[in-house]
């Protein structure tokens, strides 16, 4: 009898775990720039657009940390649209019928993006991470080339 109910203990325990394990949390909608167009023309709400690089270990921590706190996801995706975008990517891009590309073939340091170089102002002084907070028109709200905290970050989504 012990040996039958240490088996359901097991039991419960490894279907639980499996639920525990297949419950994701919440994430950022992250949208393509091409669905963005798209959700822009049907229900126009402000663009959270963030610019990075591979290579940038800020980047990586908003990606990692500031992006994934359950306020600031909660906030972005019912508030705005939100855009990540390599900013050394070599993608053609579609954006309002239109396509931008890089003008290298293969991914380089310091060679950016078309899109990216219109949001990051003179190529030879771009930082990253790179946030911009656009109206539904492509109006800059704020820009901030710069980490952000998870407090910073949700203190310029409350514009």
Excluded at 23 to 44: G, R, T, V, Y
Excluded at 76 to 100: I, M
Excluded at 125 to 139: E, R, Y
């Amino acid at each position: 009898m012990r040996l039958f109910a240490f088996i359901l203990l097991l039991a419960g325990l490894s279907s639980s775990q499996l639920c525990a394990q297949t419950h994701s949390k919440e994430e950022i909608l992250w949208l393509s720039f091409e669905q963005l167009s798209d959700s822009l023309a049907e229900n126009p709400k402000p663009v959270l657009l963030f610019i990075h690089t591979d290579w940038c270990a800020y980047c990586k921590k908003m990606l990692n940390e500031g992006f994934q706190d359950p306020e600031v996801v909660k906030k972005v995706n019912a508030d705005y649209y939100a855009v990540s975008l390599d900013a050394e990517t070599t993608d053609t891009l579609f954006f309002e019928g239109q396509a931008f590309t890089n003008q290298v073939r293969t991914k380089k340091v310091g060679q950016y993006h078309s899109i990216a170089n219109v949001f990051l102002g003179k190529k030879d002084k771009a930082v990253f991470p790179l946030t911009v907070l656009l109206d539904p028109d492509f109006k800059v709200i704020t820009r901030r080339s710069n980490y952000l905290s998870t407090r910073e970050m949700l203190n310029i989504l409350k514009i």
